[in-house]
């Protein structure tokens, strides 16, 4: 992949230059938009790999610039919204964001969430015209078709809603999922008791995926939003 280059939408001035001068410094290609709408037509123009996306933009919902951008692209969204506005961090992924950094965030941080991204991104693409029934990450393979997971070759013993629940988050690789998200996926609502539910399945599905005494993470928590499958 050629260096991708990184569209910053942020109306403030000095931590859109931050980033930038980051940017520049790890000779990434930058394009910059100050609003939503500039956002929308830069995206639309230049069609940039990733885009760092402001919540909060002078013009625009920054939920409504990830719609009006998904409504026609898949370009990977990070989404930096400020502290505590975990609603709004729910309600982006909701939207198709892929992942979020919350304010005040270190550019170590940005970066090793846009290293995440750019790896998914490439991951897709050599995905493209290979076996897509197989799923391989790490010590961990799962056989779609076969409807079998296996950790260094020997099988796992997965529930019907553990093996779905693995295959959710195994195809979002690298993206952050909802609790909404996969209590929709899963059992095609979301309840408060799925998502207690969920947090159970995940227990006993991260006992039988994360095993001793060298165990991979291969499941991140997000307190309060959700569950993503790392790349190991
Ligand atoms: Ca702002």
């Given at each position: 992949?050629?260096?991708?280059?990184?569209?910053?939408?942020?109306?403030?001035?000095?931590?859109?230059?931050?980033?930038?001068?980051?940017?520049?410094?790890?000779?990434?290609?930058?394009?910059?938009?100050?609003?939503?709408?500039?956002?929308?037509?830069?995206?639309?123009?230049?069609?940039?790999?990733?885009?760092?996306?402001d919540l909060g933009l002078?013009?625009?919902?920054g939920?409504?610039?990830?719609?009006?951008?998904?409504?026609?692209?898949?370009?990977?969204?990070?989404?930096?919204?400020a502290?505590?506005?975990?609603?709004?961090?729910?309600?982006?992924?909701?939207?198709?964001?892929?992942?979020?950094?919350?304010?005040?965030?270190?550019?170590?941080?940005?970066?090793?969430?846009?290293?995440?991204?750019?790896?998914?991104?490439?991951?897709?693409?050599?995905?493209?015209?290979?076996?897509?029934?197989?799923?391989?990450?790490?010590?961990?393979?799962?056989?779609?078709?076969?409807?079998?997971?296996?950790?260094?070759?020997?099988?796992?013993?997965?529930?019907?809603?553990?093996?779905?629940?693995?295959?959710?988050?195994?195809?979002?690789?690298?993206?952050?999922?909802?609790?909404?998200?996969?209590?929709?996926?899963?059992?095609?609502?979301?309840?408060?008791?799925?998502?207690?539910?969920?947090?159970?399945?995940?227990?006993?599905?991260?006992?039988?995926?994360?095993?001793?005494?060298?165990?991979?993470?291969?499941?991140?928590?997000?307190?309060?939003?959700?569950?993503?499958?790392?790349?190991?």
């Open positions: 992949m050629n260096k991708p280059v990184i569209l910053v939408v942020e109306d403030d001035a000095p931590i859109r230059n931050l980033m930038v001068t980051t940017l520049k410094a790890h000779d990434y290609k930058y394009l910059t938009a100050p609003t939503g709408q500039e956002a929308v037509m830069m995206t639309a123009s230049h069609n940039p790999d990733v885009i760092f996306l002078p013009d625009m919902d939920i409504d610039v990830i719609e009006r951008i998904r409504s026609w692209s898949n370009i990977p969204i990070i989404v930096i919204s502290r505590g506005e975990d609603e709004d961090k729910i309600a982006a992924l909701d939207a198709g964001a892929d992942d979020y950094l919350t304010k005040p965030f270190s550019v170590e941080e940005l970066f090793a969430r846009l290293r995440v991204t750019i790896r998914r991104l490439s991951m897709m693409n050599s995905d493209s015209g290979t076996d897509r029934s197989i799923y391989t990450n790490g010590n961990l393979k799962i056989d779609y078709p076969a409807g079998c997971a296996y950790l260094n070759g020997d099988e796992l013993k997965l529930t019907p809603i553990e093996f779905k629940l693995l295959c959710l988050l195994a195809k979002n690789t690298g993206k952050v999922l909802t609790h909404t998200y996969i209590t929709q996926n899963i059992w095609g609502r979301s309840w408060d008791n799925d998502i207690a539910s969920l947090r159970v399945f995940m227990v006993t599905l991260r006992k039988k995926l994360e095993q001793s005494p060298d165990p991979t993470e291969y499941i991140q928590t997000h307190v309060g939003i959700g569950y993503r499958m790392i790349k190991v």
